[in-house]
C-alpha cells in the first residue's frame, strides 16, 4: 500500500508558477511510477505528466509541455510538478497518483491505471 499527500496548491495570477509536491509513504517508492493528473469544476479527469520509477523519463499533456516540469526525489519519497507560465485554463484540483502496472508508453496516461492517489490540492489561476 503507498499512501499519497499533495501540497503545494492554492492561488496565483496568469503568468505565475506553483510547485506541486506529493509526499509518499509506505512501499518502497522508487518502485513506482508517479503521475499528476487534474480535474477541472465539470470537467473529466486528465492526465497532466507522469514519470518512470528508473531513468527519469518522463511524459506529457501536449498543453502542458514547455510550461510544466515533472520530477522526483526517490530518497525523499517525492514528486514534484513545477508549473510556470500559468494558464486560467489550468485551474483544476490536481491530484498525483503511484502505479507499477505500466508497460507501454501510453500506459502512463490512463489514470485507471494508478491504483494509488492522493488526497488532491487546488491550483487557481486568476486572468
Known amino acids: 500500500q503507498v499512501q499519497l499527500v499533495e501540497s503545494g496548491g492554492g492561488l496565483v495570477q496568469a503568468g505565475g508558477s506553483l510547485r506541486l509536491t506529493c509526499t509518499a509513504s509506505?512501499?518502497?517508492?522508487?518502485?513506482?511510477?508517479m503521475g499528476w493528473f487534474r480535474q477541472a469544476p465539470g470537467k473529466e479527469r486528465e492526465f497532466v505528466a507522469a514519470?518512470?520509477?528508473?531513468?527519469?523519463?518522463?511524459y506529457y499533456q501536449a498543453s502542458v509541455k514547455g510550461r510544466f516540469t515533472i520530477s522526483r526525489d526517490n530518497a525523499k519519497n517525492s514528486a514534484y510538478l513545477q508549473m510556470n507560465s500559468l494558464e486560467p485554463e489550468d485551474t483544476a484540483v490536481y491530484y498525483c497518483?503511484?502505479?507499477?502496472?505500466?508497460?507501454?508508453?501510453?500506459?502512463?496516461?490512463?489514470?485507471?491505471?494508478?491504483?494509488?492517489w492522493g488526497q488532491g490540492t487546488q491550483v487557481t489561476v486568476s486572468s
Open positions: 497518483a503511484a502505479t507499477r502496472g505500466v508497460h507501454a508508453s501510453s500506459d502512463y496516461f490512463n489514470g485507471n491505471l494508478y491504483p494509488y
Open positions: 514519470i518512470i520509477w528508473v531513468g527519469g523519463g518522463t
Open positions: 509506505g512501499r518502497t517508492f522508487g518502485n513506482y511510477a
